[in-house]
T-cell receptor
Framework: DAGVIQSPRHEVTEMGQEVTLRCKPI?????LFWYRQTMMRGLELLIY????????DSGMPEDRFSAKMPNASFSTLKIQPSEPRDSAVYFC?????????FGDGTRLSIL | QKEVEQNSGPLSVPEGAIASLNCTYS??????FFWYRQYSGKSPELIMS????GDKEDGRFTAQLNKASQYVSLLIRDSQPSDSATYLC?????????????FGTGTRLKVLA
């Protein structure tokens, strides 16, 4: 079975550019989570969707970050404008209840 | 106080020994507990889940939960160099009606050949 699929795997872009990260959850899962991981702060939950509806976005760092889930099989995390401090690995995870299963992540570098 | 605390390590153990990883949590309402293994440059991989007090064994792994003392631990028997990774503890408070985790910062394990 296909796991959580994220794209792109790596993204390098210049400060000020718009960045869009994509996630396809495991088929049948109804919860989707976006995380950011850095050495300093570890794994942080950014936003959590249940049945395509955002339930908790308290971890979204600021208005430059936005996330959507237009249907059960697709979600995006957008950063506009991007800043060097946004450089991190971004993971998407999905679940049907518990537990969560992670995608391979997107390694984002903002120059 | 952090909601979920782990010693960052590194915890170094010789090959064949038992590795013991610990995690404490602050919220007594917490219901479900998970251990993830993360190799360098890879994504977290679920290795154990535990929901009730006591021990749960799966192969070389044993998870132990003590809700009264608010800790959960992971024992790895017959440790192998391939077990060298960061182990993340995650806690869920189902009573909140969500499936959100709180993660610890992880313990780095090094198994010496």
């Amino acid at each position: 079975d296909a796991g959580v699929i994220q794209s792109p795997r790596h993204e390098v872009t210049e400060m000020g550019q718009e960045v869009t990260l994509r996630c396809k959850p495991i088929s049948g899962h109804n919860s989707l989570f976006w995380y950011r991981q850095t050495m300093m702060r570890g794994l942080e939950l950014l936003i959590y969707f249940n049945n395509n509806v955002p339930i908790d976005d308290s971890g979204m760092p600021e208005d430059r970050f936005s996330a959507k889930m237009p249907n059960a099989s697709f979600s995006t995390l957008k950063i506009q404008p991007s800043e060097p401090r946004d450089s991190a690995v971004y993971f998407c995870a999905s679940s049907l209840g518990l537990p969560q299963h992670f995608g391979d992540g997107t390694r984002l570098s903002i120059l | 106080q952090k909601e979920v605390e782990q010693n960052s390590g590194p915890l170094s153990v010789p090959e064949g020994a038992i590795a013991s990883l610990n995690c404490t949590y602050s919220d007594r309402v917490s219901q479900s507990f998970f251990w993830y293994r993360q190799y360098s440059g890879k994504s977290p991989e679920l290795i154990m889940s535990i929901y009730s007090n006591g021990d749960k064994e799966d192969g070389r792994f044993t998870a132990q939960l003590n809700k009264a003392s608010q800790y959960v631990s992971l024992l790895i028997r017959d440790s192998q160099p391939s077990d060298s990774a960061t182990y993340l503890c995650a806690v869920n408070r189902e009573a909140s009606g969500t499936y959100k985790y709180i993660f610890g910062t992880g313990t780095r394990l090094k198994v010496l050949a």
